[in-house]
């Protein structure tokens, strides 16, 4: 085994689950998209992961002028 893999998956009522893996070479994990990841290589030897997914990025924006915060009256 080269690494371990953790991925947090949320159902309908918003309870979280984390889900770990070990990986090996060659090994292929389908992640959904938006879920939070994380990644540990565990050996010596280097550890490469590729992602495959959208080449649009999505910005975000919780304040300043472009924010969805910029809607709301301040009365």
């Known amino acids: ?7 947090v998956l ?3 009522n918003s309870l979280l689950k984390e889900r770990i893996v070990g990986i090996s070479e060659g090994d292929f994990i389908a992640v959904p998209s938006g879920v939070v990841t ?11 992961i590729v992602f495959f997914g959208q080449q649009r990025l999505t910005n975000f924006y919780l304040a ?5 915060f910029n809607g709301f009256l301040l009365r």
């Open 1 to 7: 085994m080269y690494g371990t893999a953790g991925i």
């Open 10 to 12: 949320a159902n309908g």
């Open 38 to 48: 994380w990644w540990f290589n565990d050996s010596s030897t280097d550890l490469t």
């Open 64 to 68: 300043g002028p472009r924010g969805v």
